[in-house]
């Protein structure tokens, strides 16, 4: 009587309301693109100041990275993120994000194992394959370059 | 006016990378954290095959804020570190190079913690 | 003594009466259209506690503290507590009742824990071997949060199936048989799966779950969802109903609109965040102990199958990739001992 875990899957699908892929497309790329427009900015007036490229873009990156931890432990970033969906999650502030939240919420188990490790817990994979992936290129340069 | 420009460009080309993760959200079961893989590594990739650079070029903060431009920060690193010492560069360049971002995001990450305490969800 | 009929279900031959019960709540809570019924709600979901953790255990001892004030009941009369939540090692429950020196027996059920516990309790009275039992279980949305999913202020997006924690806590105390409610059945469920791995779709693995239960409580005791005034589920939210529905359909099961579900009673889905509804062992626990307990006394409500339902994973067998196993236990609750259809 009883479904197969097939038919079962179709009836699950068909009962879950579908989220509104447009509206949350257009949010994402309007939060996203005022993200990176922050960053344009801060670029654009690092280099008016005399840094070079590759500084200026660092600069950049830490200004982002402090508006997106000050907003992390104001309570905030999650609030705009609700609704911005991959447009908080892609840029460097998502990446921030990632790092601090996790510091914040697990200081009450300390600041070795609660802090210090559980910050590492969602950004962690992201340095580690970001700098696999970079060592492999750079391997191949080495090699074949 | 070319201040504004090339803030336009950033606007369109970084809202472009955000809007194609919401269909990876919506779409796929991957979790964010495997986007945020997802994205780095096609970041180093685009990078090594020298498709990145010319969007950077375009698009400016557009390409490098989004996590794609971590990866190319990465590679571009490695790159440069393996044509200045070999080898050895392959290890030491990625990380250089992001350096900075990284190093923020950790003490900002510190003093977050130290400063403030978590909440609810109203 | 409780007689087993058909191959699931005790029937309480001597109806054990719920003698008291208190809910507590936070804002959320309060917000919903139940709000006006708990006993305490406090807004500050810390409860002025040092962690979520601690605040959890703190939800226990206030339902635990109302149940035994409006029964004008000591710890030292309860002779046993059945208690349990959703975080490891139930530490919830274990803080919550180590001060009150009362024999306890820790249960996990997840969200099925109410029905789990004042089962267990019941049939314990039911069988003169504890006078006074305690069933309580709790369940807060930040601790659920950081154990389950993310940090709180991590910027993640919850899918349209995703359920709402809710941040709150029911506790019953079941006695001998005295005044309405009574307990007069009980449905112990089997683990149902079939093969939901979505972990923020946690209704449709339920849902398996109390179909089951609900038929094999109907089958045992012969009766059809027309004896009842209501099936109460506990936590399947928007999407666990429509798919109960529809296997007790192939079942040839018509609810005819007698199903409620405590996730979709708790919140106000139009107004407040919450997607696909409540969810948690607080939920069904505080539903039941604010709402649907008092009204069973009133008489206004006659007969309620109460069917708390839980999803049985942990978050290592998610990311094993294993699917997610959901259990119902049923009780059914009645403003009148006179035993009808259970025959």
């Given at each position: 009587?009883?479904?197969?875990?097939?038919?079962?899957?179709?009836?699950s699908?068909?009962?879950?309301?579908?989220?509104?892929?447009w509206?949350?497309?257009?949010?994402?790329?309007?939060?996203?693109?005022?993200?990176?427009?922050?960053?344009?900015?801060?670029?654009?007036?690092?280099?008016?100041?005399?840094?070079?490229?590759?500084?200026?873009?660092?600069?950049t990156?830490?200004?982002?990275i402090?508006?997106?931890?000050?907003?992390t432990?104001?309570n905030?970033?999650?609030?705009?993120?609700?609704?911005a969906?991959?447009?908080?999650?892609?840029?460097?502030?998502?990446?921030?994000?990632?790092?601090v939240?996790?510091?914040?919420?697990?200081?009450?188990?300390?600041?070795?194992?609660?802090?210090?490790?559980?910050?590492?817990?969602?950004?962690?994979?992201?340095?580690?394959?970001?700098?696999?992936?970079s060592v492999?290129?750079?391997?191949?340069?080495?090699?074949?370059? | 006016?070319?201040?504004?420009?090339?803030?336009?460009?950033?606007?369109l080309?970084?809202?472009?990378?955000?809007?194609v993760?919401?269909?990876?959200i919506?779409?796929?079961?991957?979790?964010?954290?495997?986007?945020?893989?997802?994205y780095?590594?096609?970041?180093?990739?685009?990078s090594?095959?020298?498709?990145?650079?010319?969007?950077v070029?375009?698009?400016?903060?557009?390409?490098?804020?989004?996590?794609?431009?971590?990866?190319?920060?990465?590679?571009t690193?490695?790159?440069?570190?393996?044509?200045?010492?070999?080898?050895?560069g392959?290890?030491?360049?990625?990380?250089?190079?992001?350096?900075?971002?990284?190093?923020?995001?950790?003490?900002?990450?510190?003093l977050?913690?130290?400063?403030?305490?978590?909440?609810?969800?109203? | 003594?409780?007689?087993?009929?058909?191959?699931?279900?005790?029937?309480?031959e001597?109806?054990?009466?719920?003698l008291?019960?208190?809910?507590?709540?936070?804002?959320?809570?309060a917000?919903?259209?139940?709000?006006?019924?708990?006993?305490?709600?406090?807004?500050?979901?810390?409860?002025?506690?040092?962690?979520w953790?601690?605040?959890?255990?703190?939800?226990?001892?206030?339902?635990?503290?109302?149940?035994?004030?409006?029964?004008?009941?000591?710890?030292?009369?309860?002779d046993?507590?059945?208690?349990?939540?959703?975080?490891?090692?139930?530490?919830?429950?274990?803080?919550?009742?180590?001060?009150?020196?009362?024999?306890?027996?820790?249960?996990?059920?997840?969200?099925?824990?109410?029905?789990?516990?004042?089962?267990?309790?019941?049939?314990?009275?039911?069988?003169?071997i504890?006078?006074?039992?305690?069933?309580?279980?709790?369940?807060?949305f930040?601790?659920?949060?950081?154990?389950?999913?993310?940090?709180l202020?991590?910027?993640?997006?919850?899918?349209?199936?995703?359920?709402?924690?809710?941040t709150?806590?029911?506790?019953?105390?079941?006695?001998?048989?005295?005044?309405?409610?009574?307990?007069?059945?009980?449905t112990?469920?089997?683990?149902?799966?079939?093969?939901?791995?979505?972990?923020?779709?946690?209704?449709?693995?339920?849902?398996?779950?109390?179909?089951?239960?609900?038929?094999r409580?109907?089958?045992?005791?012969?009766?059809?969802?027309?004896?009842?005034?209501?099936?109460?589920?506990?936590?399947?939210?928007?999407v666990?109903?429509?798919?109960?529905?529809?296997?007790?359909?192939?079942?040839?099961?018509?609810?005819?609109?007698?199903?409620?579900?405590?996730?979709?009673?708790?919140?106000?889905?139009?107004?407040?965040?919450?997607?696909?509804?409540?969810?948690?062992?607080?939920?069904?626990?505080?539903?039941?102990?604010?709402?649907?307990?008092p009204?069973?006394?009133?008489g206004?409500l006659?007969?309620?199958?109460?069917?708390?339902?839980?999803?049985?994973?942990?978050?290592?067998?998610s990311?094993?990739?294993?699917?997610?196993?959901?259990?119902?236990?049923?009780?059914?609750?009645?403003?009148s001992?006179?035993?009808k259809?259970?025959?």
């Open positions: 009587m009883s479904p197969t875990p097939q038919e079962y899957n179709k009836m699908q068909k009962a879950a309301p579908g989220s509104k892929l509206r949350n497309m257009l949010v994402a790329f309007l939060v996203g693109g005022v993200i990176c427009t922050i960053g344009q900015g801060a670029m654009s007036w690092m280099q008016s100041l005399g840094l070079s490229r590759e500084d200026g873009g660092a600069v990156s830490v200004f982002l402090f508006l997106s931890a000050l907003l432990g104001l905030c970033y999650d609030d705009i993120a609700k609704h969906g991959a447009g908080t999650l892609v840029p460097i502030t998502g990446f921030a994000n990632a790092m939240s996790p510091a914040l919420e697990f200081k009450r188990e300390g600041f070795i194992l609660g802090v210090g490790a559980k910050m590492f817990s969602i950004a962690g994979p992201v340095i580690l394959y970001g700098s696999a992936a492999v290129y750079g391997l191949i340069l080495a090699i074949f370059g | 006016m070319e201040l504004l420009i090339s803030l336009g460009k950033a606007f080309i970084g809202g472009l990378f955000c809007a993760g919401q269909i990876l919506d779409k796929t079961k991957l979790t964010p954290a495997r986007i945020l893989v997802g780095v590594v096609a970041g180093v990739l685009l090594a095959l020298g498709l990145y650079q010319p969007l070029d375009f698009a400016g903060a557009g390409a490098t804020v989004p996590l794609t431009g971590f990866g190319h920060l990465l590679a690193g490695a790159q440069k570190a393996v044509a200045e010492k070999g080898t050895l392959a290890l030491t360049g990625g990380l250089t190079a992001s350096a900075a971002g990284i190093t923020a995001a950790m003490l900002f990450g510190l977050v913690a130290l400063l403030f305490n978590p909440k609810d969800k109203s | 003594m409780a007689v087993k009929t058909g191959k699931h279900t005790y029937l309480l001597n109806t054990p009466s719920v008291s019960f208190g809910a507590v709540g936070s804002k959320k809570e917000e919903g259209p139940l709000g006006q019924y708990f006993d305490v709600i406090n807004p500050d979901s810390s409860f002025g506690e040092s962690s953790e601690k605040a959890e255990s703190k939800l226990v001892q206030i339902s635990v503290g109302q149940a035994l004030s409006k029964g004008n009941f000591e710890p030292e009369q309860i046993l507590a059945f208690a349990g939540d959703l975080l490891n090692q139930c530490i919830g429950s274990v803080y919550g009742l180590r001060d009150l020196g009362i024999p306890f027996v820790g249960l996990y059920g997840a969200c099925s824990t109410m029905a789990e516990s004042l089962a267990l309790a019941a049939l314990f009275v039911d069988a003169a504890a006078k006074k039992a305690l069933a309580v279980t709790s369940s807060h930040c601790s659920a949060e950081r154990q389950f999913r993310f940090p202020e991590y910027g993640g997006q919850r899918p349209p199936t995703a359920q709402w924690t809710v709150g806590s029911g506790a019953c105390v079941v006695g001998e048989s005295a005044a309405a409610p009574y307990v007069r059945a009980v112990i469920g089997c683990i149902e799966d079939l093969g939901i791995k979505d972990a923020n779709n946690m209704g449709a693995a339920m849902a398996p779950a109390a179909a089951k239960t609900i038929a409580y109907l089958a045992d005791t012969h009766t059809r969802p027309e004896d009842y005034d209501m099936i109460l589920t506990g936590d399947l939210g928007q666990g109903s429509a798919l109960l529905e529809q296997l007790l359909a192939q079942e040839k099961i018509d609810l005819k609109g007698r199903h409620q579900d405590c996730g979709l009673l708790i919140y106000d889905r139009q107004q407040q965040d919450v997607h696909a509804g409540g969810s948690g062992c607080g939920c069904a626990a505080s539903v039941l102990c604010s709402f649907i307990l009204r069973i006394r009133q206004i006659g007969d309620v199958l109460f069917v708390a339902t839980g999803a049985l994973m942990s978050p290592t067998s990311m094993q990739g294993e699917s997610i196993p959901g259990v119902a236990h049923l009780v059914y609750l009645s403003a001992s006179r035993r259809g259970v025959e």
